[in-house]
T-cell receptor
Framework: DGGITQSPKYLFRKEGQNVTLSCEQN?????MYWYRQDPGQGLRLIYY???????QKGDIAEGYSVSREKKESFPLTVTSAQKNPTAFYLC??????????????FGEGSRLTVL | AQRVTQPEKLLSVFKGAPVELKCNYS??????LFWYVQYSRQRLQLLLR??SRESIKGFTADLNKGETSFHLKKPFAQEEDSAMYYC??????????FGRGTSLIVHP
């Protein structure tokens, strides 16, 4: 079954702890993205990666880190430096960030709650 | 910076009524515009894109460069259209930028 898999679906974290959200895709897409979805604010880009071993900051990268060691994987770490980490996180991929279609394929999301 | 504006947080209509979800973009070049939809308990998915000029589930959207708009329309709303709708653009950087979303509620 092709697509994007995010895990875990729900995650609880104590303040001061780092947490890593997993995102895996088997679509053979070059580009991957992490968005944060908050009510009334839409989707805001955290980080994106156009190719393996390369990634760029998005609009709200502070307090987050990523890696792209494999084409199919793009994990997001929410660090203790992120001031307001409780949110719904969406991972997405596209064939090629410079492709004509530009269509994004999304995972089901991970809901992080900081206690 | 690229910006996508969806002025309505919530749009509430009755079944059979026309629907128009507004979207304005800021990119001055030749943007690529999309509408994404998120139904309850489902993942966000592409509804339609302007380059394909097609109608999906009865929805259409026309790119108006003069008004920098890409409004989503449907002549007769159905209950199953109730969902969250996001307008998105990708411009010169090709990194998709999303609007804040409009929640559409279609009452029976």
């Amino acid at each position: 079954d092709g697509g994007i898999t995010q895990s875990p679906k729900y995650l609880f974290r104590k303040e001061g702890q780092n947490v890593t959200l997993s995102c895996e895709q088997n679509l053979n897409h070059d580009a991957m993205y992490w968005y944060r979805q908050d009510p009334g604010q839409g989707l805001r880009l955290i980080y994106y990666s156009q190719i393996v071993n390369d990634f760029q900051k998005g609009d709200i990268a502070e307090g987050y880190s990523v890696s792209r060691e494999k084409k199919e994987s793009f994990p997001l770490t929410v660090t203790s430096a992120q001031k307001n980490p409780t949110a719904f996180y969406l991972c997405a991929s596209s064939i090629d960030s410079l492709g004509e279609t530009g269509e994004l394929f999304f995972g089901e999301g991970s809901r992080l709650t900081v206690l | 910076a690229q910006r996508v504006t969806q002025p309505e947080k919530l749009l509430s209509v009755f079944k059979g009524a026309p629907v128009e979800l507004k979207c304005n973009y800021s990119y001055s070049g030749s943007p690529e515009l999309f509408w994404y939809v998120q139904y309850s308990r489902q993942r966000l998915q592409l509804l339609l894109r302007h380059i394909s000029r097609e109608s999906i589930k009865g929805f259409t959207a026309d790119l108006n460069k003069g008004e920098t708009s890409f409004h989503l329309k449907k002549p007769f709303a159905q209950e199953e259209d109730s969902a969250m709708y996001y307008c998105a653009q990708s411009g010169g950087s090709y990194i998709p930028t999303f609007g804040r979303g409009t929640s559409l509620i279609v009452h029976p």
